[in-house]
């Protein structure tokens, strides 16, 4: 096991910059989230990392070692594709046992490792099977299966439940955190959902236009994000001239009070426990306040209604950075 | 009604086009008993140039599936100059008419020609097998990388990375991964290129010369004996000839049956 280091990375793909002098930490252990939009360069990063990409500049340690220049095969990953990239001739024993098989391993020691790892991955009884036989959710814990199977020193997933649907997603999540409390290997996982990398992981790296904007534990990206990219990008927010605030921090009241402004309702959403009310200022301005089902109830909003809002908490970004306020 | 209407169509069409001409020949080779097609076929000059046959396929149909494998490969997995004109080029073959594939290797090798050269150093390529055997590799070179090429498009390459980031050398990768991948679709080309290079007529009958008893294949022979007036020898080795392309086809059905179902 050991911790991943990239070094001032730079990757440019027929003269698009993927990566632009990108340097991160993955401390030994940790599962880490790579977050950001489509073609942020997380993947990118990923893929370098895992040797898939040669990159024009910087470097890669992965424990100690400068893997730069070593070929994929060498560096002792294990990867995860979006779209299983599962060996469609082979069967789930075959598929497993791939890297071991490679390695010329005796069969009594392969098949006890398989027999392990389809323990660990809940597909005991599917070894016969192949890959057109299984779900997508049993395609892609097979597929991480034959990754787990060469102990690699990291693991490296991309966007791994991107393909599954949502139900299944949710469920793998919470299966992959468990699965990281018993085997511990450094893993990287990468992801466009917010949602994912904060339920998931416990430092998050958000990418943008192929640079880090923050690295950071979900709750320090939450609470204090260093820019408006990544306040916006990992929870919904309601900019208000130079200020942003999250729908949870719009107090909304029925009468007037210092430091509020007048609102009408647009639109009420019911979600169950959260109440999503739309907002419009009398000078066009859209806001979104997120209530929970009793205080909703208790101000009986109606559509077309006027009511009195104000922040209880807010974000000013200086050009050094953040500073959150309470208002 | 209209499903009856489009069935009869396409049956109908077959029969008059395909099964009846060729049903034709059975008939007419056998008309005079199966002792007198079998004595037909069996002349010393009819099995040499089976013979003939079989050798120029067994060098040309290994020589393209390996070089068409490649070939597809570069195609696919790699970007370099001039990749246009070689995907164009590859469908020459098809659209060239084989006896200027002919003319054209008479050219080169011929007296006077660029590697014409070749023949006073003792090495024969015209009127002999090398010849024959380059007309029939030039004929049918497009057919395996045809039928590979879109298949290694559809699978992508993640299944190849994924293999390699599991320890795999480029070679095992290839062996294990990629070929599996593209089995079928090496085996459909393999028997378009030996039905191909079986019945190839036009390039070969110009580069051979036809040297009867020499350097005549299986179509020339048919050819020949047609001209001099011996039918039933030319409807007897017509047979032969479906014969052995039926076989290829029926091979490949019964390893691979399932050629409907997508293997997904």
């Known amino acids: 096991m050991s911790g991943i280091t990239a070094i001032e990375v730079t990757k440019r793909f027929n003269g698009f910059t993927a990566l632009d002098d990108v340097s991160v930490t993955i401390p030994e252990g940790s599962l880490t989230a790579l977050l950001g939009p489509s073609g942020s360069g997380k993947s990118t990063l990923l893929r370098v990392i895992a040797g898939l990409e040669q990159p024009e500049a910087g470097q890669v340690l992965i424990g100690s070692e400068d893997v730069t220049d070593r070929p994929a095969r060498a560096r002792g990953v294990g990867m995860v594709f979006q779209h299983y990239a599962a060996f469609k001739h082979m069967t789930v024993r075959d598929n497993i046992a791939f890297g071991l098989t490679i390695r010329k391993r005796p069969k009594a020691e392969i098949d006890k490792r398989v027999h392990e790892l389809l323990e660990l ?151 169950g426990f959260e109440v999503r009310v739309e907002l419009v200022r009398d000078d066009g301005q859209h806001l979104l306040a997120q209530l929970t089902q009793e205080e909703a109830e208790q101000l009986e909003l109606e559509r077309g209604q006027i009511v009195y809002v104000r922040p209880s908490r807010e974000t000013v970004f200086s050009r050094s950075g953040g500073s959150p306020r309470s208002a | 009604m209209s499903r009856y209407l489009l069935r009869f169509g396409v049956l109908g069409y077959l029969a008059l086009l395909l099964l009846l001409p060729v049903g034709l020949i059975f008939y007419r080779a056998f008309e005079h008993g199966i002792g007198h097609a079998w004595d037909a076929v069996t002349t010393p000059q009819a099995l040499h140039a089976l013979e003939l046959t079989l050798l120029v396929a067994a060098i040309a149909v290994p020589a393209n599936t390996v070089f068409g494998i490649i070939l597809a490969l570069a195609l696919v997995r790699t970007r370099f100059r001039g990749r246009g004109l070689v995907n164009a080029i590859v469908d020459l073959p098809l659209a060239l008419s084989p006896v200027v594939v002919g003319l054209a290797l008479f050219l080169l090798y011929g007296r006077g020609g660029w590697l014409g050269g070749l023949a006073d150093d003792g090495i024969r390529i015209l009127f002999a097998v090398p010849g024959m055997v380059l007309a029939t590799m030039f004929i049918t070179l497009p057919f395996v990388v045809r039928e590979v090429v879109p298949v290694l498009r559809e699978i992508g390459t993640e299944q190849e990375q994924a293999a390699e980031t599991l320890g795999a050398p480029p070679l095992q990768v290839f062996r294990r991964i990629t070929l599996p991948s593209i089995r079928w679709a090496v085996a459909y080309g393999v028997v378009l290129t030996t039905a ?69």
């Open chain 1, 121 to 271: 991955v809940q597909l005991e009884g599917l070894a016969k099977r192949y890959p057109s036989q299984l779900s997508g959710g049993q395609r892609q814990r097979m597929a991480l299966a034959r990754a787990l199977a060469v102990e690699p020193s990291v693991l490296l997933l991309d966007e791994p439940f991107g393909a599954l649907d949502a139900r299944v997603r949710k469920e793998l999540r919470s299966w992959l955190r468990r699965l990281h409390d018993e085997v511990h290997v450094t893993t990287i996982i990468v992801t466009h959902d917010q949602e994912e990398a904060m339920e998931v992981a416990g430092q998050v790296v958000v990418l943008n236009e192929g640079r880090i904007e923050q690295i950071g534990s979900p709750r320090e990206l939450y609470d204090a994000p260093s820019n408006e990219f990544v306040m916006g990008f990992v929870g919904p927010v309601n900019r208000l001239g130079e200020t942003f605030v999250r729908p949870h921090d719009v107090d909304v009241r029925l009468q007037p009070e210092e430091g509020a402004f007048e609102a009408m309702v647009e639109r009420v959403v019911h979600l």
């Open chain 2, 196 to 264: 191909r290079a079986i019945g190839e007529f036009g390039a070969v009958a110009v580069v051979s010369g036809r040297i009867v008893g020499k350097t005549e294949t299986l179509p020339l022979y048919i050819q020949g004996q047609y001209e001099s007036f011996d039918t039933s020898g030319a409807y007897a080795s017509s047979v032969v000839l479906a014969l052995i392309a039926i076989g290829t086809v029926v091979a490949l059905r019964a390893v691979h049956p399932r050629e409907e179902e997508s293997e997904s």
